[in-house]
């Protein structure tokens, strides 16, 4: 929930006055968020805000259902306390729960139990990893710890949402056990940008340097170490050596214990002149960069989920979109949209698509708002209003499977 920084945050606010309107809404923050949430929530909002001692105290409630919000975020982890023991639905935005699985790992949570786990999985630890209490002190095969971590947390689950096919596949794979009947595929919606005073877009533009002539490429979003941003650096360094006229902004935060972008520049660039990292933006800021981009770059590879909150963003800011071909939305179709092939061409086909942009002519604005009209009324169908009735009936549906 906001004031929470991420897109699980925004996914829950386009749903929430919707399902408050026909539900009595307890929003459950983890005990170190919950005065944080409880203070930006707003005050007409028909919802309220429960801690996880409150949220322990009212269950086994026979008349509610659970939803989790889940994710491979660290505001995700409290909820690892919770699933095991408390049956719920489950709203999956990424099947690859690796950062979560490390973050549960560094506060002990995963290595104390694992070793059990494998063990009724039918499998044994070699003594090397295991310390004298049972739990992990090394962790071998990641990726099967992964799978049996998601098989543990949803094989009870009255039902799990997923957005794409893509992850529904992974999913199944990852938990054969998972009965198909209580696995729902329903796309990430697609909202179009709030508007704003021309005074506040002229603001945030020059914040970061974008002036009204340049061919401006964007990466949106988190600047973690799977958005493919060596390649990008790379394919940028070597059309700016041939003179075209391009300004490369990496918009959000970075993570430099994943990927040290900063210093990276500085090495490439070391008297300046490079790409610049604008830091954290927030969702309003963010869109005003979309719907300025001539080229948006949403590379996330590798990936077990997809890219699918900010895929649909850059298109409707009206840019023209180049993604990886894997794992990145596959359903969502948009002209604007061009995936590219992973591999070690990439960095090649990035330096096309950055001379090809050089090479048009810009858009004026009356262009770029009928581009961004267009792609509003292509994506129709994807609008939470839209996408509300299906998200329902699932939850009904879970609610019957759990007898309530």
């Not at 941003?229 to 391009?246: D, K, M, N, S, T």
């Not at 719907?291 to 077990?304: F, G, H, I, N």
């Amino acid at each position: 929930m906001p004031p929470q920084r991420n897109g699980l945050a925004d996914y829950l606010m386009a749903y929430l006055p919707r399902l408050a309107a026909e539900h009595e809404v307890w929003v459950v923050a983890a005990s170190d968020q919950a005065s944080a949430v409880q203070a930006a929530r707003p005050a007409a909002a028909p919802w309220r805000v429960l801690d996880e001692a409150g949220f322990r105290a009212r269950q086994p409630d026979p008349e509610a259902l659970v939803l989790y919000n889940l994710g491979n975020n660290s505001d995700c982890v409290y909820m690892l306390d919770h699933l095991p023991g408390c049956r719920g639905a489950v709203l999956l935005h990424d099947i690859s729960l690796f950062y979560l699985h490390q973050l549960a790992a560094e506060q002990g949570w995963m290595g104390t139990l694992m070793d059990g786990w494998l063990a009724d999985d039918g499998h044994a630890v070699p003594r090397a990893f295991v310390r004298r209490d049972g739990s992990l002190a090394r962790t071998p095969g990641l990726l099967y710890q992964e799978c049996l971590m998601l098989r543990r947390l949803l094989q009870d689950a009255p039902g799990v949402l997923v957005h794409t096919r893509y992850a529904e596949g992974r999913l199944l794979g990852a938990v054969p056990s998972l009965p198909l009947a209580r696995l729902t595929r329903l796309p990430h919606f697609v909202a179009p940008a709030e508007p704003l005073p021309p005074a506040r877009v002229a603001e945030v533009l020059a914040r970061h340097g974008v002036t009204e002539e340049a061919r401006l490429l964007l990466v949106p979003g988190f600047l973690t170490g799977n958005k493919m941003l060596y390649e990008i650096l790379a394919a940028f360094r070597q059309v700016q050596a041939e003179g075209l006229p391009l300004q490369l902004l990496f918009a959000g935060e970075e993570r430099p214990d994943e990927y040290a972008l900063s210093r990276r520049i500085a090495d490439w660039w070391p008297t300046g002149g490079g790409p610049t990292v604008t830091g954290y933006l927030n969702a309003q800021a963010l869109d005003v960069l979309l719907a300025r981009a001539d080229l948006s770059l949403v590379l996330r590879y590798p990936t077990y989920g997809e890219s699918s909150g900010i895929l649909p963003r850059a298109a409707l800011g009206g840019a023209r979109v180049l993604t990886v071909d894997i794992g990145a939305y596959p359903e969502f179709s948009s002209p604007l949209v061009t995936p590219l092939r992973v591999g070690a061409w990439l960095v090649d086909s990035l330096v096309g698509a950055m001379r090809a942009l050089a090479a048009e002519p810009p858009l004026s604005p009356a262009e770029r708002q009928a581009r961004q009209q267009a792609e509003v009324d292509r994506q129709a169908a994807l609008s939470p209003a839209a996408l509300y009735p299906a998200l329902r009936d699932w939850l009904h549906r879970c609610a019957a499977e759990l007898g309530r």
